[in-house]
């Protein structure tokens, strides 16, 4: 989810495109991703840990999991918002037939995107664009999918509403997003939350906002419990490889990771930072 310049590329089928035009995006926000966030080197050290593909808690086990109730069918259109380095979309696009276009506000995601898509021969696309600003004719998807992104996003309700209208009669909507505890965050993950840029709610409000965009039969999960057992998991299997992974980045990278694990369950154990899991559809 970043970017530096107006060039979108996009990749359908093998074929590399580079249509050049001015990007409508947030240039503060892409390069405060791609040079903090998501600079080339994080990128890699999250996919060591996520596995290959994947920038997004679980990697493919959870994407697996969480695709399965989308009941894909082949040919079906899916637009994966904040689709990272593609994991999910090839997934979606080789064994289910589906034909994916994924977006991300990062050019270093979309890069990795790009690069690992070449050779492919399923239906994916790629391209750097802003969510809360990309536009798509009404009725255009059978499935909108994001894992772990829409915390970026300060106006839910106006990316849910878009959400709805990009979506056709029956289409489905699935979201996998950090979440908090009902009521004001401590001092110290307030800090937290402000210095990633995160605009974050409790599970059940989380629900409430694409009920109020008109999704049906919404489904809120708390998926908390998950996310630590995943957390956990990952932790364990990078500091089993710890000398490796520091041959491989730097130890400084080692202590970032294993860091930035302890701290979110130590957030997740004390009830604060929680895991949410959302499916709705269109009437």
């Not at 310049?5 to 926000?29: C, L, M, W, Y």
């Not at 596995?51 to 899916?78: A, D, H, I, N």
């Amino acid at each position: 989810m970043d970017a530096h310049g107006d060039e979108r590329e996009t990749q359908k089928n093998g074929s590399i495109e580079h249509p050049v035009e001015a990007s409508d995006v947030d240039k503060d926000f892409q390069q405060f991703l791609d040079n903090v966030q998501y600079k080339c080197t994080g990128i890699l050290r999250y996919e060591r840990v996520f596995g290959e593909g994947y920038v997004s808690t679980g990697g493919f086990e959870t994407t697996k999991e969480f695709v399965e109730k989308l009941e894909l069918k082949p040919g079906q259109k899916v637009l994966d918002v904040g689709c990272g380095i593609g994991g999910g979309d090839f997934y979606m696009a080789e064994d289910l037939g589906a034909e994916v276009v994924g977006i991300d506000l990062s050019v270093n995601m979309v890069s990795f995107a790009l690069e690992r898509a070449t050779g492919r021969k399923c239906s994916v696309e790629f391209e750097v664009a802003d969510c809360t600003k990309k536009t798509y004719p009404d009725e255009t998807f059978d499935v909108i999918y994001s894992r772990d992104t829409i915390l970026h996003i300060q106006d839910k309700p106006a990316l849910f509403r878009n959400f709805f209208k990009w979506l056709k009669p029956g289409g489905k909507v699935l979201i996998s997003d950090y979440c908090k505890s009902a009521g004001p965050p401590s001092a110290d993950f307030g800090e937290y939350i402000k210095q990633r840029g995160y605009d974050l709610h409790d599970v059940g409000a989380y629900g409430q906002m694409l009920t109020d965009a008109g999704f049906v039969d919404v489904i809120a999960e708390d998926r908390t419990d998950q996310f630590m057992k995943v957390l956990q998991r990952e932790l364990d299997a990078v500091e089993k490889d710890k000398e490796k992974f520091i041959a491989d980045f730097s130890e400084a990278d080692y202590n970032d990771i294993v860091g930035g694990w302890k701290s979110k369950l130590v957030r997740t154990a004390s009830g604060e930072q929680r895991w949410g899991l959302f499916f709705a559809k269109k009437k």
